[in-house]
């Protein structure tokens, strides 16, 4: 079946060092990818997506490339802020479209100034 | 702005009482969902609507009923028979295709005392 890991967290980091997330996932096919972000007492928001094959996802530094050979989707930012403290959630959707989304558990980023 | 409204934001029950969560989206989505999410969890899939009037069950949809009479609602009861119903409450939705994320609410808070 399809599923996603993620890396155990927490992890902690200065400001400025540079951050990697492990994701890799399980599934038939060609499914889209994610990375939601979750800041304290609030919902998931949509960080980067990718829909196919060596895509590259990207917004406010973070980057994700959809590697099919490897079947992982790492999460990357060059330069971390306090700010991006934050739990960080890797999805999936499938190819079959069943509309089932599978999320890993989460990592959880402490970044400290 | 379009987006998606969960009410309240916290909520508080005693044992034995049915509570129903409200969700609300404006972005004119057809699919809609319901997670659960325990502490350090990530999240776990409860009901989903793919259209009006149809609803599949997810992963752990015991203890738990919905319905989606209108397009833009889609409320989740916890029932009496839910054995542990304490957590974070999530709803999302999405256009319904495979690229598409999911977009989502702020989250309801249930405790149970």
């Known amino acids: 079946g399809n599923s996603v890991t993620q890396m155990e967290g927490p992890v902690t980091l200065s400001e400025e060092a540079f951050l990697t997330i492990n994701c890799t996932y399980t599934a038939t096919g060609y499914p889209s990818l994610f990375w939601y972000v979750q800041y304290p007492g609030e919902g998931l928001q949509l960080l980067l997506k990718?829909?196919?094959?060596?895509d590259k996802g990207s917004n406010k530094g973070f980057e994700a490339t959809y590697r099919k050979e490897t079947t992982s989707f790492h999460l990357e930012k060059g330069s971390v802020q306090v700010s991006d403290s934050a739990v960080y959630f890797c999805?999936?959707?499938?190819?079959?479209?069943?509309?089932?989304?599978?999320f890993g558990t989460g990592t959880r980023l402490k970044v400290l100034a | 702005d379009g987006g998606i409204t969960q009410s309240p934001k916290y909520l508080f029950r005693k044992e034995g009482q049915n509570v129903t969560l409200s969700c609300e989206q404006n972005l004119n989505h057809d699919a809609m969902y319901w997670y659960r999410q325990d502490p350090g969890q990530g999240l776990r899939l409860i009901y989903y609507?793919?259209?009006?009037?149809?609803?599949q069950k997810g992963d752990i949809a015991e203890g738990y009923s919905v319905s989606r009479e209108k397009k833009e609602s889609f409320p989740l009861t916890v029932t009496s028979a839910q054995k542990n119903p304490t957590a974070f409450y999530l709803c999302a939705s999405s256009i319904g295709g495979q690229t598409d994320e999911q977009f989502f609410g702020p989250g309801t808070r249930l405790t149970v005392l």
């Open positions: 609507s793919q259209i009006v009037n149809d609803f």
């Open positions: 999805a999936l959707s499938p190819t079959s479209g069943t509309y089932k989304y599978i």
């Open positions: 990718a829909t196919k094959a060596d």
